[in-house]
C-alpha cells in the first residue's frame, strides 16, 4: 500500500513520562507505516521546556495558529517534587495553560464509547461532550486570608479615574475573601467555540450557569450566548434540526443524569473542571476520552484527558511490565490527523483516521485491552495486554479490517 500524502504539518507535541513512551510506539506501529507523516517537531518534555526558558511552549503554541491543527502529549506540570527531580531553573507554568492562553480556547472532551464499558449511568447511550471555558474565574483569582475585623470593599478604577465601590462584607473576626474576573471578549469565543462545535458535530447544545444567584457574573455569561446565539446561529441550527438551551446548573445537573445523551454541555471553567471528571468516570475511565481544544478562529489541539502516567512510568523505568491504555493518545492523532485531511481535502487522510479508530475500538470489543479496562468491563472473554502489545493488537486489527 502507499503511504498517504499530507501538505501542511502537523504541530506536534511531544511530552513526558509514560505518555511520551506510548506517543513513540502509536508513530512507530500505527502511523508511520501507513502515513507520510508531515509534522513541525516541539518537544514540550519538561527537560527541554527548562533548557529553553519554557520558549518551546510558546513556539509551539504560535505554530499551531500558524498552521491550524495540532497534536499534543501529556506533559508534567512542575511542582516541588519536579523542581528537584529535573533540577529546574524555575518552576515553569502548566503548558496547557500556556497554549489555552495563547489560543483563548474551549476544551471539549467526550468519551470513547466501546461494547463492554458500560456508562454506570445505565440511561447514557450516546456519548455527552462536555465544552469547558479555560479562561477565569477561579482559576485567575487573587486571595486574602483575613486576619481579623474589618471592611472588605470590592473597587474598579476606570482608566479615566472613575471609581465604582461596593462593599462586600464587614469582618468581625477573621475569615477569608476572593476576588475574580472574566472578560466579555473570552466569554464571547468561548459561546461562539460552542456554537461552531454544536454545528460540526450536529449536536444539541446546552449551557448553564447559576445566574439566579449571581446575578451580573454569571448572567453575564447568559446574555453574551443569548445574543450571540440570537445574532449570528439561530438560523444554522434551525437548519441543521439542533438546539441550544439554556437552565439553571442544578436543572443541567438533574437532566444530564436523566438524558440519553448526544448532546453538549457547556460550563464554565470550574463546573468544567468538576463535571468532566464526574461525566467521564461514568463512562468508565480518563483513557477513554477524546480531548480537543477549539479556539474562536479555528485552530485545533488534540491530546489525551490523562496525565503522563508517572506511577506506571517509574515501573517501566525498572524494567518492570507496563499496561497503560494508549486509547486517548491515539484518539489525538486520529483526531489530528482527521482534522488535517479535512481542511486539506485529503479524503484518505480523514478515511485512515476513521479506520484506525474502528480498529481500536474492535481490538477492545474483541476482548483485548489493557489492566485498567479488564478491571471494569463485563466482557467475559478477556486478554490482559501490556502496552505494547496492545498497540500491536490495534494494528493487527487495522490490517484486517477493510
Ligand atoms: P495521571 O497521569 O492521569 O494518572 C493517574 C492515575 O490514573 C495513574 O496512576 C493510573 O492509575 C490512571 N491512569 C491515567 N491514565 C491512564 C492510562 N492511560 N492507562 C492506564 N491508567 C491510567 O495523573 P497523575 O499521576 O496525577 O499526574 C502525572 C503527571 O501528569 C503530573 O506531572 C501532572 O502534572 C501531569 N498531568 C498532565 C496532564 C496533561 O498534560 N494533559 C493532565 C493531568 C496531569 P493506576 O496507577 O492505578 O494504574
Ligand atoms: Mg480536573
Known amino acids: 500500500m502507499e503511504k498517504i500524502k499530507m501538505t501542511t504539518p502537523l504541530v506536534e507535541m511531544d511530552g513526558d513520562e509514560m505518555t511520551r513512551i506510548l506517543w513513540k510506539m502509536i508513530k512507530e506501529e500505527l502511523i508511520l507505516p501507513y502515513v507520510d507523516l508531515k509534522t513541525e517537531y516541539y518537544d514540550l518534555g519538561l527537560a527541554y521546556r527548562n533548557e529553553t526558558d519554557d520558549q518551546v511552549t510558546m513556539d509551539s503554541a504560535q505554530a499551531a495558529k500558524k498552521y491550524g491543527v495540532a497534536v499534543k502529549c501529556a506533559t508534567i506540570t512542575?511542582?516541588?517534587a519536579r523542581m528537584t527531580e529535573y533540577n529546574l531553573k524555575e518552576m515553569w507554568k502548566s503548558p496547557n495553560g500556556t497554549i489555552r492562553a495563547a489560543l483563548d480556547g474551549t476544551v471539549f472532551r467526550a468519551p470513547i464509547i466501546v461494547k463492554g464499558i458500560e456508562p454506570c449511568v445505565k440511561n447514557w447511550e450516546k456519548p455527552i461532550t462536555l465544552a469547558r471555558h479555560a479562561y477565569g474565574d477561579v482559576y485567575k483569582n487573587t486571595e486574602i486570608k483575613v486576619p481579623g475585623a474589618g471592611k472588605a470593599e470590592l473597587v474598579f478604577t476606570g482608566e479615566d479615574g472613575t471609581e465604582i465601590r461596593e462593599t462586600i462584607h464587614t469582618f468581625s473576626g477573621p475569615g477569608i475573601l476572593q476576588g475574580i474576573h472574566n472578560t466579555d471578549r473570552s466569554i464571547e469565543s468561548f459561546a461562539k467555540s460552542c456554537f461552531n462545535y454544536a454545528l460540526d458535530t450536529k449536536q444539541d447544545l446546552w449551557f448553564a450557569t447559576k445566574d439566579t444567584i449571581s446575578k451580573?457574573?454569571?448572567?453575564?455569561?447568559k446574555d453574551i450566548f443569548q445574543e450571540i446565539f440570537d445574532a449570528e446561529?439561530?438560523?444554522?441550527?434551525?437548519q441543521a434540526g439542533i438546539?441550544?438551551?439554556y437552565t439553571l446548573i442544578d436543572d443541567a445537573v438533574a437532566r444530564v443524569m436523566k438524558a440519553k445523551g448526544g448532546f453538549i454541555w457547556a460550563c464554565k471553567n470550574y463546573d468544567g473542571d468538576v463535571m468532566s471528571d464526574m461525566v467521564s468516570s461514568a463512562f468508565?475511565?480518563?483513557?477513554?476520552?477524546?480531548?480537543?481544544?477549539?479556539?474562536?478562529d479555528g485552530v485545533y489541539e488534540y491530546e489525551a484527558a490523562h496525565g503522563t502516567v508517572q506511577r506506571h512510568y517509574y515501573k517501566h523505568l525498572k524494567g518492570e511490565e507496563t499496561s497503560t491504555n494508549s486509547v486517548a493518545t491515539i484518539y489525538a492523532w486520529t483526531g489530528a490527523l482527521r482534522k488535517r485531511g479535512e481542511l486539506d481535502g485529503i479524503e484518505e487522510l480523514?478515511?485512515?483516521?476513521d479506520r484506525l479508530e474502528k480498529a481500536t475500538v474492535q481490538t477492545i470489543e474483541s476482548g483485548k485491552m489493557t489492566k485498567d479496562l479488564a478491571l471494569i468491563t463485563s466482557l467475559k472473554d478477556v486478554t490482559v495486554l501490556n502496552s505494547e502489545e496492545f498497540i500491536k493488537a490495534i494494528r493487527e486489527t487495522f490490517e484486517d479490517i477493510a
Open 216 to 221: 451580573k457574573y454569571d448572567h453575564n455569561f
Open 284 to 296: 468508565g475511565s480518563l483513557a477513554m476520552m477524546t480531548s480537543v481544544l477549539v479556539s474562536p
Open 350 to 353: 480523514a478515511a485512515f483516521a
Open 243 to 245: 438546539e441550544y438551551f
Open 78 to 80: 512542575p511542582n516541588a
Open 233 to 238: 446561529y439561530k438560523e444554522r441550527f434551525d
